[in-house]
């Protein structure tokens, strides 16, 4: 699949498969990450999870929310992969820049 069609084509997936349209985002890299892509996606925590923070340090993400996250982290590479075909080194080169909204 040509660098145009990528990142539309990998959005059209995600969404298809539940993402919201509006926290997904495809980009590619530029310069030495050229062959990169990568998917910008925001998610929502588990309802009533006990993530906290303390004001100072990072975020303590509680486990149920770490399996989330991972889960969602592989789904991406998977839809990601199976809709360009990419392989290889790098899960193909595909980065996943996964993040939780604010609670
Ligand atoms: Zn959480």
Known sequence: MDRKSEGPAVKRH?????????????THGHG????????????HHRPGCSCHFDGINPMERADECKKLWGEVYNRIIEITQQT???HGDYDGRIG??????DK
Do not use: E, P, S, Y
């Open 32 to 43: 030495t990450a050229w062959g990169w892509l990568t998917v910008h996606a925001d998610i």
């Open 14 to 26: 995600l969404i298809a498969m539940g993402f919201n349209k509006n926290n997904v985002r495809v």
């Open 96 to 101: 996943v820049n996964l993040n939780f909204f």
């Open 84 to 86: 360009t075909g990419r």
